[in-house]
């Protein structure tokens, strides 16, 4: 695998649910981002990783709960959540979280019922 | 508060075209700015970045300009291909601690056969 993988890449779950979404990026980076994209609307940064400490906390709802064991991988575990958190859900990383230049996953498109 | 607004919000041109896609900031105190590409559902792909004391980059077709003191950066594509059909989002990032990218809205290029 190159670059930056997310995992499940759709995602349907009831308003109950709890689940995660994963991220793993193999370009050596020391930063990971997560990112939410709703239609209408720019992407908005939701948490921000530096070498596995948390740096930047964006007011999101507590039912979003990230977690960054080690500084390839980062899991966005979700539960609890609304209709309007559908969205598709980006992650990213970058070599310093100080203006290098970011790369992103895929996304998972999350569809909450 | 830094503002990205990108210009115009939908492109409609005949292959072989030579076009311009608009960015404009608020704030002329930024780090860099880059360009990404998104296909639809998909994740971003990351284009160009300039660096603050740059004026632009290239890559292959696409030339990226930044004029900061105007406020605006302009990403050129020339020789257009049915297979650049896609959104092109501009994003600044700030001087400064904080450093974390503001989004504009996207350009949706549409480029026919």
């Known amino acids: 695998e190159t670059g930056v993988t997310q995992t499940p890449r759709h995602l349907v779950m009831g308003m109950t649910n709890k689940k995660s979404l994963k991220c793993e990026q193999h370009l050596g980076h020391n930063a990971m981002y997560w990112y939410k994209q709703s239609a209408k609307k720019p992407l908005e940064l939701m948490f921000v990783?530096?070498?596995?400490?948390?740096?930047e906390n964006n007011s999101v709802p507590s039912r979003f709960s990230p977690e960054c064991p080690n500084s390839s991988h980062l899991f966005l575990h979700l539960h609890t959540l609304q209709p309007e958190d559908s969205a598709l859900y980006l992650c990213a990383s970058s070599q310093d979280h100080i203006g290098s230049g970011q790369f992103f996953g895929p996304g998972t498109r999350l569809t909450v019922l | 508060k830094q503002e990205v607004t990108q210009i115009p919000a939908a492109l409609s041109v005949p292959e072989g075209e030579n076009l311009v896609l608009n960015c404009s900031f608020t704030?002329?105190?930024?780090?860099?700015l880059q360009w990404f590409r998104q296909d639809p559902g998909k994740g971003l792909t990351s284009l160009l970045l300039i660096q603050s004391s740059q004026r632009e980059q290239t890559s292959g077709r696409l030339n990226a300009s930044l004029d900061k003191s105007s406020g605006r950066s302009t990403l050129y594509i020339a020789a257009s291909q049915p297979g650049d059909s896609a959104t092109y989002l501009c994003a600044v990032a700030n001087a400064g601690n904080n450093r974390k990218l503001i989004w504009g809205l996207g350009t949706s290029l549409a480029v026919n056969p």
């Open positions: 990783y530096s070498l596995e400490e948390r740096v």
């Open positions: 704030d002329s105190a930024i780090y860099n």
